[in-house]
Nanobody, 124 residues
C-alpha cells in the first residue's frame, strides 16, 4: 500500500523550468518503479517517463526527451520531475504513479498507485 502526493506545479512562461516532487508513504519506496504521466481534460492520460528502483535506468516519451529529467531519492521516498524549456503543449495535470513491476512502463494500466496530480500551465 502506497500513498503518493505531487507538488511543485504552477504557472510559467514558455522556456521556463519547474521541478515537480512526488512524496511517497506507506510502502517500501525503493522496491517500486516510478512513472510520471500527464493529462489534459477530455484527453487520455499520457506517458511522460519512468525510473527504475535504483534510479540507474530512465525512459522518456519522445515529446519530452532532452527537456525533462526524472530522478529519485530513496532515503527521502521522493521522485522528481525536472522540466526545462517548457512549452505551451506541456500544459496538463501531472501525476506520479508506482508499480511493483511492469513490461513496457508506458501504460497507465501497469501502475497500481496514483497521486492526485499537480497543475502545470505554460503560457506563450
Amino acid at each position: 500500500q502506497v500513498q503518493l502526493v505531487e507538488s511543485g506545479g504552477g504557472s510559467v512562461q514558455a522556456g521556463d523550468s519547474l521541478r515537480l516532487s512526488c512524496a511517497a508513504s506507506g510502502g517500501t519506496f525503493s522496491s517500486y518503479r516510478m512513472g510520471w504521466f500527464r493529462q489534459t481534460p477530455g484527453k487520455e492520460r499520457e506517458f511522460v517517463g519512468f525510473i527504475t528502483w535504483s534510479g540507474s535506468i530512465t525512459n522518456y516519451a519522445d515529446s519530452v526527451k532532452g527537456r525533462f529529467t526524472i530522478s529519485r531519492d530513496n532515503a527521502k521516498s521522493t521522485v522528481y520531475l525536472q522540466m526545462n524549456s517548457l512549452k505551451p503543449e506541456d500544459t496538463a495535470v501531472y501525476y506520479c504513479a508506482a508499480a511493483q513491476t511492469f513490461w513496457s512502463g508506458r501504460s497507465v494500466n501497469e501502475y497500481a498507485y496514483w497521486g492526485q496530480g499537480t497543475q502545470v500551465t505554460v503560457s506563450s
